[in-house]
């Protein structure tokens, strides 16, 4: 962090601990090295013939084709939102590739073993094992195969900890994992432009349903260009033996990544999905659009971790990624639940609003964030909750930490419509500014409309649940170290979840304590 | 940005039906022009426009006034036990003869129409340009369109300590009136002043009040829009504190089918304080925003922003609050609270509480809660022989005293508290 080394002053109560972890998670760039292999680039720009050329590469069917089609004749209609609190040059859409491919992935590998090595040695240099020998072998107690830190990290875990990897390198899907085992249990766990393929009938059920074609700019131009993503089906009563994850490399210079994912999980039925991604170090920005759909029927769970990692922009606030991105979550179902969690840590610009609609009854949404800004990121980020159906609950905690010249913005909506009797919802939201160069805001939008519906919105410090507070204060520790104890306690918990390649990065976030924060 | 043809016809048609006040080369004309030309510029509001998310402009930018039964008040008026200096408005115009003599030691009191043709006034540095300050960075159109036709309003000018409050009323006497006021309030080093404010004014009521107050001066403000149910309301206020200085102001809304009241607040000098708290009870059609934004522009200011609504049978309460503190503004103590009871399912309560910091060493929070009378306490006071329907009225005032309290006079805070308590006494019957 190039502000706080040059002896900036630091605000009076703010450990040292948060600014360290702060200057080592903002600063060097791990991931910002690429990969040198030749690539398949569709023609500069975006046309209807685009579009059907991605279409084609994948190998999609006619409707899949139309589908884009009309996708694409919306997206010329609308207008790029401007309401975010983010500010960067207008993208010239027409300036770059929608599609980009490693030359070796033009005949599509049929397992792992004929993938080109360049690209398995590029997910072990990020440390995404994509071979099931050595994950297995990690769970089964030979634990020297495993990687020093990752042990460190992951400790006692070892024997629950098995992930099943979809890997995307810019437009295409390289391997996925695991999936022989996933599908002795009934899950289906591939990629997206495989899904289309192989099973149409669940793809045209719920694509798109959660997230309609024109719902907004950037959702309608993935609808038209998406590439690749991955597609999960959890069936009725199946819990998901292993987490699973996609990792989002970016890789070609001036391409845009554009991923579609969809997760459903049936009636009853459970996933742990987790999503990472990184992209190398460039003076040019590139785009990002990607929309995640999630549908949860009755009973139903689903738990979606992400790490944003994408490159930042240098400390001049060069390069990056725009990071414009549709995260939507449908509890259909009686009783289902969705939880999000995610920690921002990447992104020149970051749009983002991972979101839950509660239609069935006794559904519930979660969101947890941690948002890191430094240097020149900007991020937009938050969440809609949208409590529809009886006795429906959600519950917002975003922290947002601001530093160098970055902007952090919690934009959220809470709304409970009139039938939502009996819906609660509780939203904390925390910024913390480090250094007075950096900016943090909040834009909470709360809509109720019954009066049996319970809405809290918090951003004081001193509502943390108060019988911890009670618990802490009796032994002695005063209100700010209670406060910082409580939430660690939670992030901790969040962190633990998330998959063991991100462990050490997590390790780091965990320090990052909330002394001196603002609402 | 280009304005949408829709609100440029909804401007023009609004300004069309306006006759437009008595033009001269004095500066009241230039900053009238000013406004009209600022209001062409950003259009009147509409239903689309973000400001506006939660309340729809319609009513308030129609080129007639909508109807407004002249209401038949039943009770003692308000304010009336203070000793004040009486200023009566009736649907919008100046009536001498009902208010007192406007001489006040330590103030100069004008009426706007009466200088509108000196070429010099010290009115002149604030008329319309607290208003045009305001207008940055969220467009506030039906305040330029006041500033560019108000033919009415008071220049108060404090150089010391007033000794009597100045109390503006405001009768609404036609059911088609459509009035348009703007005051200007001056405090020099060291003043003080006490306005009073209440009435229904008109059917449809435009009201500005532009206030500056240098350092170490003091103003308090309590209003109280009263029971006229079917008035409408837009009221700006435009407060610019210097240092040390003071500013409050509580608003009581009790009904009113429709009512915007905007109050926006700059923080100039160093260790100022603002304060600014409503306690609004709404009842059937009735649609009431808050909405308030507080600049912090200098060091260790505090500002406060409490409001209370307690809505039913399908009445609709509206909180936008932000807190913006710009670079520098280094220990802001900022604080935002709304909250509302919803007695029964139709009722909304719709919020943005908003905060915008570009300063490190602050402590701004913000809270809102939403939600019904909470059922164990109403369960406890029932148990010990409190019918329901009075031990519901207990909460509510309760509910709402946090609100009340910001009032720092006692007798004015307990004048608004019996007001408060005897409309649910009679709606108890």
């Not at chain 1, 605000?11 to 998670?25: I, N, S």
């Not at chain 1, 943090?440 to 004081?460: D, F, G, Q």
């Not at chain 1, 943390?464 to 170290?481: A, K, L, S, T």
């Amino acid at each position: 962090m190039a502000a706080l080394d040059k002896g900036e002053d630091v605000k009076e109560g703010v450990d040292q601990e948060t600014v360290d972890a702060v200057r080592e998670v903002g600063g060097a760039y791990k991931y910002g090295w690429e990969t040198d292999i030749e690539m398949d680039y569709a023609p500069l720009g975006l046309n209807p013939d685009i579009v059907r050329l991605i279409s084609e590469k994948n190998e999609e069917p006619e409707w899949m084709t139309e589908w884009r089609l009309s996708a694409y004749e919306r997206w010329l209609q609308k207008e790029e939102p401007t309401w975010a609190m983010v500010d960067y040059p207008k993208i010239d859409f027409q300036n770059q590739y929608y599609y980009a491919r490693p030359k070796s992935m033009e005949v599509k590998p049929k397992s792992l073993d004929e993938v080109d090595p360049k690209l398995l040695e590029t997910y072990e240099k990020l440390g995404i094992p994509l071979k099931e020998q050595m994950i297995l072998a990690g769970v089964e107690g030979a634990e020297d195969t495993a990687p020093a830190e990752a042990r460190g990290a992951g400790e006692g875990r070892q024997g629950e900890r098995r992930v099943a990897v979809d890997a995307v390198f810019d437009s295409v899907s390289v391997g996925t994992t695991f999936q022989a085992e996933l599908k002795k249990a009934g899950v289906i766990f591939c990629s997206i432009s495989e899904a289309i393929r192989e099973h149409p009938e669940l793809v045209k059920k719920y694509l798109g349903s959660v997230v309609p074609v024109s719902d907004n700019f950037y959702a309608t131009l993935n609808s038209a260009v998406f590439s690749d993503g991955s597609f999960v089906y959890v069936p009725p009563g199946v819990r998901c033996p292993m987490e699973l994850s996609t990792y989002f490399r970016i890789n070609a210079e001036n391409t845009g990544q554009f991923e579609r994912t969809l997760i459903i999980a049936d009636k009853g039925a459970y996933v742990s999905y987790l999503e990472g991604c990184t992209a190398p170090k460039r003076d040019e920005t590139q785009l990002h659009a990607a929309v995640v759909e999630i549908i949860a029927e009755e009973d139903a769970e689903v738990k979606y971790s992400t790490v944003q990692n994408w490159f930042p922009g240098d400390e001049e606030g060069k390069g990056g990624i725009y990071n414009f991105v549709t995260k939507r979550a449908d509890c259909r179902g009686d009783r289902s639940k969705v939880m999000w969690t995610q920690v921002e840590t990447g992104s020149a610009v970051t749009w983002k609003y991972p979101s839950c609609i509660l239609r069935g009854d006794d559904s519930q949404g979660e969101f947890y964030s941690i948002a890191i800004t430094n240097n020149w990121q900007q991020a937009d980020t938050g969440t809609k909750m949208v409590h529809l159906g009886k006795n429906t609950k959600s519950r917002i905690v975003s922290k947002g930490i601001s530093a160098g010249q970055a902007q952090n913005t919690y934009r959220g909506l809470v709304s409970m419509h009139p039938k939502a009797k009996n819906g609660r919802n509780y939203t904390q939201c925390d910024s913390l500014l480090i250094g007075d160069k950096c900016g943090a805001h909040t834009v909470p939008y709360i809509e109720v409309k019954n009066n049996s519906a319970r809405v809290e919105h918090e951003a004081t410090t001193s509502k943390v649940d108060d019988d911890q507070m009670f618990y802490c204060r009796q032994r002695g520790m005063d209100e700010e170290e209670a406060v910082a104890l409580v939430v660690n306690g939670f992030c901790r918990e969040v962190l633990q979840a998330l998959p063991m390649e991100f462990a050490m990065e997590a390790q780091q976030l965990v320090a990052i304590s909330l002394e001196g924060s603002v609402g | 940005m280009a304005l949408t043809q829709a609100k440029l016809d909804a401007t023009e048609a609004r300004l069309a039906a306006m006759d437009a006040p008595a033009q001269g080369a004095g500066w009241l004309a230039q900053a009238r022009g000013g406004a009209v030309a600022r209001l062409r510029e950003m259009g009147l509001p509409g239903r689309r426009d973000e400001y506006w998310k939660f309340t729809r402009p319609d009513s308030l930018i129609a080129p007639e006034a909508p109807r407004a039964a002249v209401f038949e008040i039943d009770e003692a008026p308000m304010f009336d036990e203070f000793d004040r200096l009486k200023l009566v408005f009736v649907d919008g115009v100046f009536d001498p003869d009902s208010s007192d003599d406007p001489s006040l030691a330590g103030v100069e009191i004008e009426r706007l129409s009466d200088v509108a043709d000196t070429d010099i006034h010290w009115a002149r540095d604030l008329y319309g340009v607290l208003e045009a300050r305001g207008q940055s960075p969220v467009a506030r159109p039906l305040a330029a369109l006041n500033t560019g036709y108000a033919k009415d309003g008071f220049l108060i000018r404090v150089t010391g300590r007033a000794e009597r409050p100045i109390s503006l009323i405001y009768r609404h006497e036609t059911d088609s009136s459509d009035a348009i006021l703007h005051h200007v309030v001056r405090l020099e080093e060291g003043a003080e002043l006490t306005l009073l404010e209440n009435g229904p004014a008109a059917a449809r009521f435009n009201k500005v009040l532009e206030v500056d107050i240098a350092d170490g001066a003091r103003f308090n403000h309590i209003r109280a829009q009263g029971r006229d149910h079917e008035r409408r309301a837009a009221t700006h206020i435009f407060a610019r504190l210097g240092a040390e200085s003071v500013f409050k102001s509580f608003t009581m809304s009790v009904n009113g089918v429709m009512t915007r009241n905007e109050c926006v607040i700059e923080l100039t000098g160093d260790d100022a304080v603002a304060h600014v708290a409503g306690a609004a009870m709404g009842d059937g059609d009735f649609h009431h925003d808050d909405t308030v934004f507080v600049t912090h522009d200098a060091e260790r200011c505090e500002s406060r922003q409490v409001f209370k609504k307690v809505l039913r049978n399908g009445a609709v309460g509206v909180f936008q609050g932000k807190i913006l503190v710009k670079d520098g503004a280094q220990k802001t103590d900022g604080y935002q609270i709304s909250q509302s009871l919803l007695l029964d399912d139709d009722s909304q309560f719709l919020a943005k509480p908003e905060l915008e910091i570009y300063a490190d060493d602050v402590a701004c929070s913000h809270g809102s809660t939403t939600g019904a009378i909470d059922a164990d306490t109403l369960y406890y006071l029932r148990s010990r022989g409190v019918p329901e329907a009075e031990a519901t009225d207990l909460l509510v005032l309760s509910f709402l005293a946090q609100a009340v309290e910001e009032i720092e006079d006692e007798a004015l805070r307990e004048a608004i508290t019996a007001r408060l308590d005897a409309w649910l006494a009679r709606r108890r019957g």
